[in-house]
């Protein structure tokens, strides 16, 4: 979608990768993303996301929202840390919270009610709670 293309014609899922090829999959994604994105133009021109047309910083916020999201979900899964960048995962809670409210969720909006979480809880364990997940 940075790159100008059809999001919706895109895999959602990654075929072909040997099973010690993830990491290097992973970087050369993560390294057109960010050249992707990195003009103003590209973060404020309209592009056409799954969940509707947006400007692209709001496109690539909600995908970074995803990745964090789901890496919370197997970090915790898998009894590893889920608190790691507080300034990123402040930043993706701050948009969440202004793009999703807190009612209505559920039917067409894919989340749960928000959790609460004690004040003093991490940003990603807040994230986590705002989006409906148990922490």
Do not use: C
């Amino acid at each position: 979608m940075g790159e100008g293309g059809d999001a919706l014609a895109v895999a959602p899922r990654a075929d072909g990768v040997p099973d010690d090829g993830w990491l290097t999959a992973y970087r050369t994604a993560s390294s057109r993303a960010r050249a992707a994105w990195a003009d103003d133009a590209t973060l404020n021109a309209l592009v056409e996301a799954p969940w509707g047309k947006v400007p692209g910083r709001i496109a690539l916020s909600g995908y970074v929202q995803e990745i964090l999201t789901h890496g919370w979900d197997l970090a915790r899964a898998t009894g590893q840390p889920t608190e790691l960048d507080p300034e990123l995962a402040s930043w993706v809670l701050a948009v969440a919270r202004q793009i999703l409210p807190p009612e209505p969720r559920g039917g067409e909006i894919p989340f749960a009610p928000p959790v609460p979480v004690p004040p003093d809880a991490g940003p990603y364990t807040q994230l986590a709670a705002w989006l409906g997940r148990q922490p």
